[in-house]
């Protein structure tokens, strides 16, 4: 079986960043999960059982039977392998086949049979990967790709109770010419559609709006990953508008569009977290985030690598106002930030050329390694205790999961560093080296 000699694979070829940084978060489950009271549904490409969806020898092997069964208060367990939608929202349009989530019913990857991982806490789902493609007709051709890998009209009305978690959802192409079918290739959330998406991938996914992700609702994305999407307009990784979604804990990297590489904000307010903008790319403005009539709250996020062909290689500001705190914008081009008849409010944080406002620095947040992804905070770094422990939305917890404010001195204080990592290597290991360990 072809996902039974993938773990192999996994497990001893090359770790990224971002997949050592996942495992970390393994062995209990996910932040804000809880474990539902009603039926457990499985789904195996490769059980060969009574296919009923009520054990993992008889699980459903596609995905569409266990959603249509489901019910309130359910969960969906999925073993490693490929899953393609077939319910077309849109009946006779081969293209319209997508996934729809449902309120109160839980959709959990990382499991696979095949070596063992059944149970709960054998769950792991950077190992165990489960694809959510929309890759329905010639392999490898777009040109016939779903429009959504999910898509969530109004009259669902998604609220939190609707998860998805530990996933990767890539092949969605919403190229077409009428609505909804520009907007948000891989998960397109309309007016009242606010699910809960954890721990899960979205790459490879392409759109005219929002090719990774196209948000009217407002949905809670945490610990998730948005690279490799693409928008010929406006929101490579994701598209906001007219919504407040709470993004925590996120990657947006290598994402591209005409404006808005990363994320484009119209008229919304998101909250933003702990997250990184690396190498995402704008043909015209805002290569890492572009805000048009939008007030986002971004509080210890870090901007590097990411570029525009005219302004805002890290963010563009037109006729907006996002509250900017603790957070890093170094090395993105052509500048940092863009502001065009807007009025933002940035303080104690680190701006390659400097900005306004209490407590930023101009200094080289001497990253680890940036060139390879990595944003840890480095010795005698300025962003070491330099932000405020009065931020909006401070977290507890940084991207990888240590606790903030660990140490610091700012009149007595413990203070909380800029950007997404809390460096721990001076709490940790200096004392160590000082005591003769």
């Known amino acids: 079986m072809e996902h039974c000699s993938r773990w192999l694979i996994a497990a001893f070829g090359s770790i990224t960043l971002a997949a050592a940084l996942a495992l970390l978060a393994l062995g209990s489950p996910p932040s804000g999960s809880v474990l539902?009271?009603?039926?457990?549904?499985?789904?195996?490409?490769?059980?060969?059982?009574?296919?009923?969806?009520?054990?993992?020898q008889d699980a459903y092997t596609t995905l569409q039977p266990a959603l249509?069964?489901?019910?309130?208060?359910?969960?969906?367990?999925?073993?490693?392998?490929?899953?393609?939608?077939?319910?077309e929202f849109s009946p006779g349009d081969p293209r319209s086949a997508t996934f729809q989530l449902k309120n109160g019913v839980a959709l959990y990857g990382g499991f696979d049979p095949c070596v063992g991982d059944t149970g709960w806490e054998d769950r792991d789902w950077v190992i165990n990967i489960i694809i959510l493609s929309g890759d329905i007709g010639v392999v490898g051709d777009a040109g016939d790709n779903s429009y959504h890998v999910f898509y969530h009209p109004l009259e669902l009305t998604?609220?939190?109770?609707?998860?998805?978690?530990?996933?990767?959802?890539?092949?969605?192409?919403?190229?077409?010419?009428?609505?909804?079918?520009?907007?948000?290739?891989?998960?397109?959330?309309?007016?009242?559609?606010?699910?809960?998406?954890?721990?899960?991938?979205?790459?490879?996914?392409?759109?005219?709006?929002?090719?990774?992700?196209?948000?009217a609702g407002s949905p809670t994305v945490t610990n998730c990953t948005f690279s490799n999407n693409s928008a010929t307009s406006i929101g490579g990784?994701?598209?906001?508008?007219?919504?407040?979604?709470?993004?925590?804990?996120?990657?947006?990297?290598?994402?591209?569009?005409?404006?808005?590489?990363?994320?484009?904000?119209?008229?919304?307010?998101?909250?933003?977290t702990n997250c990184t903008f690396s190498g995402n790319s704008a043909a015209y403005d805002g290569g890492g985030m572009r805000n048009a009539g939008s007030s986002p709250v971004v509080t210890n996020c870090t901007f590097s690598g990411n570029s525009a062909g005219y302004n805002g290689g890290g963010m563009y500001n037109e006729v907006a106002s996002p509250v900017v705190t603790n957070c890093i914008l170094w090395g993105d081009g052509p500048q940092e930030i863009w502001n065009q008849n807007s009025q933002p409010s940035v303080t104690y944080s680190d701006i390659q050329g400097g900005s306004s406002g209490t407590g930023n620095i101009d200094d080289d947040p001497l990253f680890v390694d940036s060139g390879s992804g990595d944003y840890h905070l480095g010795p005698g770094s300025p962003c070491l205790d330099a932000g405020t422990n009065d931020a909006p939305n401070l977290p507890?917890?940084?991207?990888?999961?240590?606790?903030?404010?660990?140490?610091?001195?700012?009149?007595?204080t413990a203070v909380v560093d800029m950007g997404v990592d809390e460096a721990f290597w001076h709490v940790v290991y200096l004392p160590l080296i000082f005591r003769g360990y």
Do not use: K
Request: glycine content about 16%.
């Open 396 to 412: 507890e917890f940084d991207f990888e999961g240590n606790p903030r404010v660990m140490d610091g001195d700012r009149n007595g």
């Open 237 to 272: 990784g994701m598209h906001n508008s007219g919504s407040s979604p709470v993004v925590a804990n996120c990657t947006f990297s290598d994402n591209s569009a005409s404006d808005g590489g990363g994320m484009y904000n119209e008229w919304a307010s998101p909250v933003v």
């Open 158 to 215: 998604l609220d939190g109770s609707a998860v998805l978690d530990g996933f990767t959802v890539s092949g969605g192409n919403a190229d077409g010419g009428a609505w909804p079918n520009y907007l948000g290739g891989g998960m397109a959330n309309w007016y009242s559609s606010s699910p809960t998406v954890s721990n899960c991938t979205f790459s490879d996914n392409s759109a005219h709006y929002g090719g990774g992700m196209e948000n």
């Open 36 to 56: 539902a009271q009603g039926n457990t549904i499985y789904v195996d490409a490769d059980a060969t059982g009574g296919n009923d969806g009520t054990s993992w």
């Open 68 to 87: 249509e069964e489901a019910a309130l208060s359910d969960e969906i367990w999925v073993a490693a392998g490929t899953y393609t939608p077939t319910h």
